[in-house]
């Protein structure tokens, strides 16, 4: 288990979980620490077997209805190494975990009583890496995105951005104007997943980059009255050329714990 600064970039070793998982060390986390963990989703068929012997049959169900095998698989993985993950903070088998479904649609942890466990946890994953982010006692929320130069920044901005994010967007020249696009997406994508709401409140929240920590981070502002959460903060991730990643937690009492380098 490795905890490395925010200016590291992120390794993604592939998932390739432990039989069995409960064999290997449990995580401790306080309250006031965010864990990220990292992988590559590589179609090895003892690993996707392994992954989706652990998933239940709601979650191998949604895999079967992927029209690619590809897509299928990547869920396959991405699910069972969150449930690798967990397991670590819970001391169960990763097939013995149960969620729920919250009022937002977000899945909640379930614990033996059957009640809201206070560990909390977002998984986001693209075009075969992921990442999962877990916290104790406070929403969290994480998005990875694939850099496409392609993408139309000025266009997609004025879309679903607030006005000065766009503004902001049209003073920049290429690369730089779609490396900040994804920049402001993966914020606000971190900060609507960890509160349960859709892609159609991204222009009702505008990020604030802190320019003064020693880490790449910013606030967000929410800029009208609907179930939209103020109060959270924003930690850019490095996750090397071509990636932008950023997870995001309500509250500013909180740390990032790198926890790459390890299978789940």
């Not at 069995?20 to 090895?44: C, R, Y």
């Not at 239940?56 to 869920?75: C, K, L, P, T, V």
């Amino acid at each position: 288990m490795i905890s490395r600064s925010l200016q590291t970039v992120l390794a993604f070793p592939p998932v390739d979980p432990p039989t069995p998982a409960t064999q290997v060390a449990t995580v401790v986390l306080d309250d006031q620490t965010v864990d990220v963990w990292s992988f590559a989703l590589v179609h090895k068929t003892s690993v996707l077997q392994r992954c989706q012997a652990w998933l239940s049959e709601q979650e191998r169900a949604r895999a079967q209805r992927f029209i690619h095998a590809a897509q299928g698989n990547d869920f396959i993985l991405a699910h069972g190494a969150l449930r690798g993950v967990l397991a670590r903070y819970l001391a169960l088998a990763p097939e013995a975990i149960e969620f729920h479904v919250g009022s937002t649609g977000k899945p909640i942890l379930l614990n033996a009583s059957g009640s809201s466990h206070a560990l909390r946890f977002n998984l986001s994953h693209s075009h075969g890496r992921m990442l999962v982010a877990v916290a104790k006692g406070r929403e969290v929320g994480i998005d990875l995105e694939q850099v496409r130069e392609t993408l139309d920044a000025l266009k997609l901005g004025e879309r679903f951005f607030a006005a000065a994010e766009y503004e902001d967007l049209k003073n920049r020249t290429e690369p730089d104007r779609t490396w900040q696009f994804y920049r402001y997406w993966v914020a606000k994508e971190a900060v609507l997943k960890g509160q349960g709401i859709g892609i159609e409140s991204l222009q009702q929240c505008e990020i604030l980059p802190d320019g003064c920590g020693p880490q790449p981070s910013a606030t967000v502002r929410c800029l009208d009255s609907s179930a939209r959460q103020g109060g959270w903060t924003i930690q850019w991730l490095n996750c090397g050329a071509g990636w932008q990643g950023a997870v995001s937690a309500d509250g500013s009492d909180w740390t990032v714990r790198i926890m790459d380098g390890e299978t789940p």
